[in-house]
């Protein structure tokens, strides 16, 4: 039972290159989001989905773009990456948006734009 | 505004000893909230969610309160681990929109010591 899925696990970019980060979730869920951690800062929300075919912006959703063509998949692109891109990625999955939902994390992508 | 504030920002304690970890937060309209732990190098991994009309929820050795009026959690741990020694973060849900609204807190550092 995989859960949470993010692919890769490491990165570093040069300023301006593109990239996908992958996320794919196995228990069916029908909310996906992306948040981003900094050093001193709560994870802030960058773009979320709340189902197949569905995208919303988040909070800090300014320099990237996601899609969700399957449920079980959400991908978080940057189209050409700034160093302020420089964080820890998490791709999170919830079965909806009840007040004992549970939302799970995947194991993190820690990206570096040089 | 809404914000969720966590105290101590770090905390170092001896295996078996316990310890309480504060949260306070503005975040209106409350869903609930939740403690989610999380390892270095990993994705946070929820210990407890508790609604308004919760007071305390446990989770094995670990044990959340709420207090709604003054808008303070703490989470306790006993008979602390090695194992303990991660991040504690304090996670208050806002009702809204399309999807509760998930506001973090920076969290706690615990380092559990031999």
């Known amino acids: 039972n995989a859960g949470v899925t993010q692919t890769p696990k490491f990165r570093v970019l040069k300023t301006g290159q593109s990239m996908t980060l992958l996320c794919a979730q196995d228990?069916?869920?029908?909310?996906m989001y992306w948040y981003r951690q900094d050093p001193g800062m709560g994870l802030r929300l960058i773009h979320y989905?709340?189902?197949?075919?569905?995208?919303a912006k988040g909070e800090v959703p300014d320099g990237y773009n996601v899609s969700r063509l399957k449920k079980q998949n959400f991908l978080l692109g940057l189209e050409s990456a700034a160093p302020s891109q420089t964080s820890v990625y998490f791709c999170?999955?919830?079965?909806?948006?009840?007040?004992?939902?549970?939302?799970?994390f995947g194991q993190g992508t820690r990206l570096t734009v040089v | 505004k809404n914000q969720v504030e966590q105290s101590p920002q770090s905390l170092i304690i001896l295996e078996g000893k316990n310890c309480t970890l504060q949260?306070?937060?503005?975040?209106?309209?409350?869903?609930?909230l939740r403690w989610y732990k999380q390892d270095t190098g990993r994705g946070p991994v929820s210990l407890t969610i508790?609604?308004?009309?919760?007071n305390t929820k446990s989770n094995g050795r670990y044990t959340a309160t709420l207090d709604a009026d003054t808008k303070q959690s703490s989470l306790h741990i006993t008979a602390s681990q090695l194992s303990d020694s991660a991040s504690y973060i304090c996670?208050?849900?806002?009702?809204?929109?399309?999807?509760?609204?998930?506001?973090f807190g920076t969290g706690t550092l615990l380092a559990v010591q031999p």
């Open positions: 999170a999955s919830s079965p909806g948006r009840g007040e004992n939902t549970e939302a799970f």
């Open positions: 228990m069916n869920h029908e909310y």
């Open positions: 989905s709340v189902g197949e075919g569905t995208t």
């Open positions: 949260c306070n937060y503005t975040v209106s309209p409350f869903s609930n």
């Open positions: 508790m609604t308004f009309s919760e």
């Open positions: 996670v208050v849900s806002a009702y809204g929109g399309a999807t509760n609204k998930l506001i």
